[in-house]
């Protein structure tokens, strides 16, 4: 586990955009005395023009009622995490997931079903914020959990190549959530850097618990789609402008162009609104919708006064489970 842990810890420390580290630094601020750390994540990791696009952070706090003025936000974020909001500072816009220090490390290892945490920090991130050492200590030795319960979760077949095992890895998670993304952006994840994921990958296997087996995905996927579930019906009463941000994501993964009504803002849930109608026919909008409502209001769930003029043109949603 040492040598991971030292590769995760090399890899959180890469420098990255002054911009992106301000925007952190304001996100921690926004929260106070309960900030710990700010990690940054996603496809704007490899973009060296962010204008246009969302930035994706983690904010980890101390505990949910310090992070908030609000109880019932505290309370929401407890029950089913993360809240995630959106932040704009200057020309870039991002959102942040929220999570506990205590949350954070459980959902990066295996004693969770639930694979949208260690899905995600399996693959690359950068810790730009830490409130001390002891936070940066606690958010690197979390991170590090994530690839070994990933490999260890979908099993190394014999005779595997380590590359194969990632790709297969990630495409078990993808079947055990809702995603808009397409198909082919599965491979992607480990293709635009197959390098990092052959060097992180004998670590990683090495610190797989020799208890763990591949076992569970019925049950995963079972389980994802309540979850997926529990998150929508908490964004309902939650996030504002929801169904814009669905009809954006779709739009933004499924090559759909969506417009909505104003009667459609006032019933999101309604069957006979189905969130929204779009130019490419009800069939091929049912199956974006299918896979697309879940993800967009997970990965969005608490978006507290989102405008719809302050919506990229580009998304930097990242191609693991959100």
Request: glycine share 6%; with cysteine.
């Amino acid at each position: 586990m040492a040598r991971l842990r030292d590769l995760v810890a090399e890899e959180l420390a890469i420098p990255v955009d002054p911009s992106v580290r301000a925007i952190a630094e304001a996100i921690a601020q926004k929260h106070g005395a309960a900030s710990r750390a700010v990690l940054f994540y996603g496809s704007c990791l490899r973009q060296q023009r962010l204008e246009g696009l969302m930035l994706d952070f983690y904010l980890i706090v101390s505990d949910y009622r310090s992070a908030y003025a609000k109880r019932w936000l505290a309370t929401a974020n407890r029950l089913v995490p993360p809240n995630v909001f959106y932040f704009e500072q200057g020309a870039l816009a991002a959102k942040y997931a929220v999570l506990s220090e205590a949350d954070f490390h459980r959902l990066n290892g295996p004693e969770t079903r639930s694979v949208s945490v260690w899905a995600r920090f399996a693959q690359p991130s950068r810790l730009v914020w830490a409130a001390d050492q002891g936070a940066r200590k606690r958010a690197i030795d979390a991170v590090a959990r994530a690839a070994p319960t990933l490999l260890a979760a979908a099993g190394r077949r014999d005779g595997e190549d380590p590359l194969d095992w990632w790709r297969r890895a990630f495409a078990l998670t993808y079947s055990a959530e809702l995603r808009a993304e397409r198909r082919e952006r599965i491979g992607s994840v480990v293709d635009v850097e197959p390098e990092r994921y052959r060097r992180f990958a004998g670590a990683a296997a090495a610190a797989i618990e020799p208890a763990r087996r591949s076992v569970g995905w019925g049950r995963r996927r079972m389980e994802g789609k309540h979850l997926s579930v529990a998150r929508l019906a908490k964004a309902s009463a939650t996030f504002t402008g929801g169904v814009d941000y669905i009809a954006w994501k779709i739009n933004r993964h499924a090559g759909t162009n969506i417009q909505i009504k104003a009667w459609q803002r006032r019933h999101p849930l309604s069957p006979r609104s189905a969130c929204c109608r779009g130019s490419s026919g009800p069939a091929r909008f049912a199956r974006a919708r299918d896979k697309a409502t879940a993800t967009a209001l997970a990965s969005a769930l608490t978006v507290n006064g989102l405008r719809r003029s302050s919506w990229p043109t580009r998304s930097s949603v990242s191609p693991s489970p959100t």
